[in-house]
């Protein structure tokens, strides 16, 4: 049994989350039970995740993509009330990290996937370099990467072609991250990697001359809880169970 104060202490300093200026609030959301014996981590605190971790009968509920975004109406009705009130009535710790998981070296969404999909990380940008740069293990078509790309995270990926060129250089940040596409052409990549696309991004793709890859927030952001979740089970000898609640975006 693992004191919370002491895990979200770990967590932010192996993060380095108080170095990123972000969207929401990284760290312990939601106070429950003051000690930790069952992890439940997940992409979304969506209600389904919630409800998964009550049955599990879970201390603490790990996320990417916690509450209290900027922007967001502060009050706690509808929705956001039902979410915490299941929290709080179970005595169940939210704690999320954001960009600060994202940008991991070792743990980080980027970090993994990239892993995963054979890339070798030769540079970083974007803020807190949280945008990987690298290079494919052999050139390859775009076509060939979007089969990688779909037998890695069983999704198919939207495939903007930005000419006929082979992907070599390849430029990824996993999320709604598709607006750094004309920061990933200057940086010389033949291919971006994101999660999501927008209507311009198709234009910007073609302009530019670099193909996107939109392979979807959700299937891109599923990693870095996983990684963080087992590594504390490791850490402080505590069970850790990953849930996956399905998100075609």
């Given at each position: 049994?693992?004191?919370?104060?002491q895990?979200v202490?770990?967590?932010?300093?192996?993060l380095?989350?108080a170095?990123y200026r972000d969207?929401?609030?990284?760290?312990?959301?939601?106070?429950?039970?003051?000690e930790?014996q069952?992890?439940?981590?997940?992409?979304?605190?969506?209600?389904?995740?919630v409800d998964?971790t009550?049955?599990?009968?879970?201390?603490?509920?790990l996320?990417?993509?916690?509450?209290?975004w900027?922007?967001?109406?502060?009050t706690l009705?509808g929705?956001?009330?039902?979410?915490?009130?299941?929290?709080?009535?179970?005595?169940?710790?939210?704690l999320?990290?954001?960009?600060?998981?994202?940008?991991?070296?070792?743990?980080?969404?980027?970090?993994?996937?990239?892993?995963r999909?054979?890339?070798?990380v030769?540079?970083?940008?974007?803020?807190?370099?949280i945008?990987c740069?690298?290079?494919?293990?052999a050139p390859?078509?775009?076509?060939?990467?979007?089969?990688?790309?779909?037998e890695?995270?069983?999704?198919?990926?939207?495939?903007?072609?930005?000419?006929?060129?082979?992907?070599?250089?390849?430029?990824?940040c996993?999320?709604?991250?598709?607006?750094y596409?004309?920061q990933?052409?200057?940086?010389g990549a033949?291919?971006?990697l994101?999660?999501?696309i927008?209507?311009?991004?198709?234009?910007?793709?073609?302009?530019?001359?670099?193909?996107?890859?939109?392979a979807?927030h959700?299937?891109?952001?599923?990693?870095?809880?996983q990684?963080?979740?087992?590594?504390?089970?490791?850490?402080?000898?505590?069970?850790?169970?990953y849930?996956?609640i399905p998100?075609?975006v």
């Amino acid at each position: 049994m693992t004191g919370v104060k002491q895990l979200v202490e770990y967590c932010d300093e192996l993060l380095d989350a108080a170095l990123y200026r972000d969207y929401c609030p990284n760290g312990l959301q939601v106070e429950g039970a003051g000690e930790v014996q069952r992890i439940v981590s997940g992409v979304t605190a969506c209600q389904a995740l919630v409800d998964a971790t009550v049955e599990r009968g879970a201390d603490l509920l790990l996320v990417h993509h916690g509450y209290f975004w900027k922007g967001e109406a502060p009050t706690l009705v509808g929705m956001k009330r039902r979410r915490i009130k299941a929290l709080l009535d179970n005595d169940i710790n939210l704690l999320a990290y954001h960009l600060p998981l994202d940008g991991h070296p070792q743990l980080g969404n980027n970090a993994q996937l990239g892993a995963r999909l054979g890339f070798e990380v030769s540079d970083h940008f974007l803020d807190n370099d949280i945008g990987c740069l690298g290079r494919l293990d052999a050139p390859c078509s775009l076509a060939a990467l979007g089969a990688r790309v779909d037998e890695l995270l069983g999704r198919t990926p939207q495939l903007i072609a930005g000419g006929d060129h082979p992907i070599e250089r390849i430029a990824w940040c996993s999320g709604a991250a598709q607006g750094y596409l004309e920061q990933a052409a200057a940086l010389g990549a033949d291919a971006y990697l994101s999660g999501e696309i927008s209507e311009h991004t198709v234009h910007a793709a073609r302009e530019l001359g670099i193909h996107y890859i939109a392979a979807g927030h959700h299937a891109t952001e599923r990693f870095d809880v996983q990684a963080l979740g087992t590594h504390l089970a490791a850490h402080f000898d505590i069970y850790h169970e990953y849930i996956d609640i399905p998100n075609p975006v």
